[in-house]
């Protein structure tokens, strides 16, 4: 049996929790990406470090120091790219270069820049079948914390895929929460992912159907019961803008992109 309140402005009190809930991780404590160990190296996202930490050593300094030398004897600041044909041998190979692959390229490139030789095959060099939608309303605490992630890697994508010498990627984000509406059959399901997600740190608020009536007159609400509401960390971006960006900071970090098509393996 589902018991709505009738104060629909502050169902289960999210309105008094929300504040302090939402920059506590699973731990209970505050996040802190830099004490995440899933969180990319922002150390390593520019070509020049800020300053020195354990991840960046005197030697990637100094190649730094003596490419940037002799780019400038040659009369250039930046490095040309040849075309690259199929290589040899790689240390990984990625089958697809859609948002999935060319995002794999760039993690592992930006974790390990130097000593990882990494190619991309793709056949269709225009692929962009993806959806650019952001949200955080799930019931697996696993991609609670992807979307929890992907949302701060979106919102400040300028510093994480901006190149040396490049224009920085606009992904034309629009932050807008996602409404996710639950009827008699559904509600328990919804109050306990909207619980899940509270704990895990996540800004979602519940509304009642007058509440949703209220705030969206456009939606009709027969036969609904509650209605969960994305407050931050929730909208939607450019997914082309996305691929690009990762694929040219990829390329950048030395990961090659190979127009071809898989047929066979050979082990």
Not at 85 to 106: L, M, R
Not at 136 to 154: P, R, V
Not at 173 to 201: C, V, W
Request: charged content about 25%.
């Amino acid at each position: 049996k589902i018991v709505v309140l009738k104060d629909h402005d502050n169902v289960f009190g999210i309105r008094e929790k929300g504040d302090d809930a939402v920059n506590i991780g699973p731990d209970g404590v505050p996040y802190s990406p830099m004490n995440d160990p899933h969180y990319s190296n922002a150390y390593m996202t520019y070509k020049y470090p800020q300053y020195f930490t354990k991840y960046i050593g005197f030697k990637r300094a100094k190649n730094i120091v003596k490419e940037d030398a002799s780019l400038l004897l040659k009369g250039r600041i930046h490095k040309t790219r040849e075309e690259i044909g199929c290589p040899n041998h790689v240390d990984i190979c990625i089958f697809g270069g859609g948002i999935i692959g060319t995002a794999i390229a760039y993690f592992l490139k930006e974790k390990a820049p130097f000593g990882l030789k990494i190619a991309v095959i793709e056949k269709d060099l225009s692929v962009t079948l993806s959806t650019g939608g952001l949200r955080q309303q799930f019931s697996l605490e696993e991609n609670i914390l992807m979307a929890q992630y992907s949302a701060e890697f979106i919102r400040n994508a300028r510093k994480h895929l901006s190149i040396l010498d490049g224009e920085p990627p606009d992904l034309n984000y629009h932050p807008q929460g996602f409404l996710t509406l639950a009827d008699e059959s559904q509600a328990e399901q919804l109050i306990r992912n909207h619980q899940k997600q509270i704990e895990m740190g996540t800004l979602v608020e519940l509304y009642t159907a007058e509440r949703i009536k209220e705030k969206f007159p456009m939606i009709n609400t027969d036969g609904i019961i509650l209605g969960s509401y994305g407050v931050q960390n929730e909208g939607w971006f450019d997914p082309l803008a996305l691929l690009v960006a990762f694929k040219a900071k990829a390329q950048f970090f030395g990961a090659e992109f190979v127009n071809a098509e898989i047929l066979d393996f050979n082990f």
